[in-house]
């Protein structure tokens, strides 16, 4: 089993902007890239760069995020507000629904565990 260090790893980008049908606001336009997937497809982990928007999301899946650079905001389906910037560090569970809403261009790390 090999570690998987992101530094000396080079993925390709590929789009990962929310459907059409789901943004609010703006015109989000983002980037993912995956440093890691499991052999089954249930644990993946990488990059995730967006410019300005909003959207509707419903999750799945639990995701961990670190925050690198822009700020935003998670607002839950009951109006709960959790503003995000550079340095945070969260969790989403499984589960939530909202919107996600990025307001400076942001960059994040993320690990996602599927059910």
């Known amino acids: 089993?090999?570690?998987?260090?992101?530094?000396?790893l080079h993925p390709v980008g590929v789009d990962a902007g929310p459907a059409p049908?789901?943004?609010?606001?703006?015109?989000?336009?983002?980037t993912l890239w995956v440093y890691h997937e499991?052999?089954?497809g249930q644990f993946s982990a990488g990059v995730w760069k967006c410019t300005p928007g909003?959207?509707?999301?419903?999750y799945d899946e639990q995701e961990y995020c670190?925050?690198?650079?822009?700020?935003?905001?998670l607002i839950?389906?009951?109006?709960?507000?959790c503003p995000i910037a550079a340095g945070?560090?969260?969790v989403v569970p499984s589960g939530f629904a909202g919107e996600w809403e990025v307001i400076e261009t942001m960059t994040k790390?993320?690990?996602v565990m599927l059910p």
Do not use: K, Y
């Open 88 to 90: 945070d560090q969260f």
């Open 1 to 8: 089993m090999t570690i998987v260090c992101f530094g000396s």
């Open 21 to 30: 049908d789901r943004i609010v606001s703006g015109d989000p336009q983002a």
């Open 109 to 111: 790390n993320w690990v």
């Open 76 to 81: 839950s389906s009951d109006g709960q507000r």
């Open 66 to 73: 670190h925050i690198l650079s822009g700020s935003g905001t």
């Open 54 to 58: 909003r959207w509707r999301i419903a």
């Open 38 to 40: 499991s052999e089954d």
